[in-house]
């Protein structure tokens, strides 16, 4: 289906374009490419594993301090916060990139260049993102760019994996109604737009009887291991939507061990994560598995009539969904945004990145990309591997797509912001 940006968002970029010191900052970026591309590969060679981006984020904030941002701190979630304070009282726009990477210390060793591409482990994911932070702060100041609006930059912690998306929750906790709108780069391709947040949520259930031996305790007990087995059957056999689009996966099965490979164990353990692009759907999706192994225990216990088979569980994750119109302003605005910059825009449905987190809030928010791919060019997909590469030519357009989104959120004097305060 074609999708038509409304004349009202199409005329608020042209008359932002039109402001000569917007004009200017997006030159600005263009020239600021080599030093955007040095920066990237600077903190790419600073590892920061997941819940370990200290060393990152002490030399991150460092370069918030030389650029001059007000209020620069690291917060309670271990963020780096700096704010270019607005001229007026526009919306407030957070723009933000995470700090960790799903790769352990000792992986990096070198950036190496071939073939107009950066390779290293988290070369793009998402230390490209923090470089984009910088240069966008450099137009905005370098032009005098008059924003109405605060911008606050933000290098979040813990995205990836168990980090669960914690940093970017913790600030958004602690700046509670503070926010007007949120843009995250964490998209491969700066053609794609993600608006849409699947949740998730990833638990361990435990299962519990009295264990014993296999022939001689036969028949006087439960058996913790086959509840768990009759869980996992249950789970398995459950039916969902497939739009909005919603899935399960038992990951983990344990129980027992060799020395105890003639016994009824004690204990087994199960994990599992479940998504959905709906809220409804998620919480649905929660009590239907609760359920099923609640009446795996039932079962099994009922089967010998002696023990009870209990259970209790551990939350891991837990990332809200949700959607927003897919005509919201912020939509687009950056649609319109990226055809300015002569690219085909893409809308992606449903997607988990610390954009989630303010969709949960009911903020207004996007995740865009951070490489440009010109038509025809193949996407790189190879995140989260250790061959992960990065394209450089063009790469100041994502910094351009950036920029333009923040001050159309933010507002510049004589423009007024896409977004209703
Ligand atoms: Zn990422």
Same mark, same amino acid.
């Given at each position: 289906?074609?999708?038509?940006?409304?004349?009202?968002?199409?005329?608020?970029?042209?008359?932002?374009?039109?402001?000569?010191?917007?004009?200017?900052?997006?030159?600005?970026?263009?020239?600021?490419?080599?030093?955007?591309?040095?920066?990237?590969?600077?903190?790419?060679?600073?590892?920061? &594993?997941? @819940?370990?981006?200290?060393?990152?984020?002490?030399?991150?904030?460092?370069?918030?301090?030389?650029?001059?941002?007000?209020?620069?701190?690291?917060?309670?979630?271990?963020?780096?916060?700096?704010?270019?304070?607005?001229?007026?009282?526009?919306?407030?726009?957070?723009?933000?990139?995470?700090?960790?990477?799903?790769?352990?210390?000792?992986?990096?060793?070198?950036?190496?260049?071939?073939?107009?591409?950066?390779?290293?482990?988290?070369?793009?994911?998402?230390?490209?993102?923090?470089?984009?932070?910088?240069?966008?702060?450099?137009?905005?100041?370098?032009?005098?760019?008059?924003?109405?609006?605060?911008?606050?930059?933000?290098?979040?912690?813990?995205?990836?994996?168990?980090?669960?998306?914690?940093?970017?929750?913790?600030?958004?906790?602690?700046?509670?109604?503070?926010?007007?709108?949120?843009?995250?780069?964490?998209?491969?391709?700066?053609?794609?737009?993600?608006?849409?947040?699947?949740? @998730?949520?990833?638990?361990?259930?435990?299962?519990?009887?009295?264990?014993?031996?296999?022939?001689?305790?036969?028949?006087?007990?439960?058996?913790?291991?086959?509840?768990?087995?009759?869980?996992?059957?249950?789970?398995?056999?459950?039916?969902?939507?497939?739009?909005?689009?919603?899935?399960?996966?038992?990951?983990?099965?344990?129980?027992?061990?060799?020395?105890?490979?003639?016994?009824?164990?004690?204990?087994?353990?199960?994990?599992?994560?479940?998504?959905?692009?709906?809220?409804?759907?998620?919480?649905?999706?929660?009590?239907?598995?609760?359920?099923?192994?609640?009446?795996?225990?039932?079962?099994?216990?009922?089967?010998?009539?002696?023990?009870?088979?209990?259970?209790?569980?551990?939350?891991?994750?837990?990332?809200?969904?949700?959607?927003?119109?897919?005509?919201?302003?912020?939509?687009?605005?950056?649609?319109?945004?990226?055809?300015?910059?002569?690219?085909?825009?893409?809308?992606?449905?449903?997607?988990?990145?610390?954009?989630?987190?303010?969709?949960?809030?009911?903020? &207004?928010?996007?995740?865009?990309?951070?490489?440009?791919?010109?038509?025809?060019?193949?996407?790189?997909?190879?995140?989260?591997?250790?061959?992960?590469?990065? &394209?450089?030519?063009?790469?100041?357009?994502?910094?351009?797509?950036?920029?333009?989104?923040?001050?159309?959120?933010?507002?510049?004097?004589?423009?007024?912001?896409?977004?209703?305060?």
């Amino acid at each position: 289906m074609e999708y038509i940006v409304s004349q009202k968002i199409k005329d608020r970029l042209a008359s932002l374009l039109a402001v000569p010191s917007v004009a200017e900052g997006f030159e600005l970026i263009e020239q600021d490419q080599v030093r955007c591309i040095q920066e990237q590969v600077e903190l790419t060679l600073i590892e920061a &594993p997941t @819940f370990h981006e200290e060393n990152r984020a002490a030399v991150f904030r460092q370069k918030f301090e030389e650029l001059g941002l007000a209020n620069v701190h690291i917060d309670r979630g271990g963020n780096v916060v700096g704010t270019l304070k607005g001229t007026g009282n526009g919306p407030t726009v957070l723009v933000e990139g995470h700090l960790d990477t799903v790769f352990p210390f000792g992986s990096v060793k070198s950036v190496e260049e071939k073939e107009g591409y950066l390779y290293a482990p988290g070369i793009g994911d998402d230390t490209r993102a923090l470089a984009m932070l910088l240069s966008v702060i450099r137009g905005i100041q370098g032009a005098e760019v008059r924003h109405t609006g605060d911008i606050i930059f933000v290098g979040t912690t813990r995205e990836e994996g168990m980090g669960s998306l914690g940093g970017m929750k913790a600030f958004l906790d602690d700046n509670e109604g503070q926010i007007d709108a949120s843009i995250s780069i964490d998209g491969a391709n700066i053609a794609e737009i993600t608006y849409e947040a699947t949740g @998730f949520k990833t638990y361990e259930v435990n299962f519990y009887g009295i264990g014993g031996h296999a022939y001689m305790a036969f028949g006087t007990m439960a058996n913790p291991l086959h509840a768990a087995g009759r869980a996992v059957a249950k789970i398995a056999a459950l039916k969902v939507a497939k739009d909005p689009r919603t899935t399960f996966c038992v990951s983990n099965f344990h129980a027992g061990n060799d020395a105890g490979v003639h016994a009824i164990p004690p204990k087994a353990t199960i994990k599992f994560n479940f998504r959905s692009n709906s809220a409804e759907l998620l919480d649905d999706l929660n009590d239907r598995i609760f359920a099923a192994i609640q009446e795996a225990c039932d079962e099994e216990t009922a089967c010998w009539g002696k023990d009870t088979i209990t259970w209790d569980s551990k939350i891991y994750c837990d990332v809200p969904a949700g959607t927003q119109d897919v005509h919201a302003p912020i939509v687009e605005g950056v649609y319109s945004v990226i055809e300015h910059l002569g690219i085909e825009p893409v809308i992606n449905r449903g997607g988990s990145t610390n954009c989630n987190m303010a969709i949960g809030k009911r903020i &207004p928010a996007i995740c865009i990309g951070r490489g440009y791919y010109p038509k025809g060019t193949k996407v790189d997909t190879l995140v989260h591997n250790l061959g992960e590469k990065y &394209p450089i030519e063009g790469a100041y357009k994502g910094v351009q797509e950036t920029y333009l989104m923040a001050l159309l959120c933010a507002g510049v004097e004589g423009v007024p912001s896409i977004i209703e305060k």
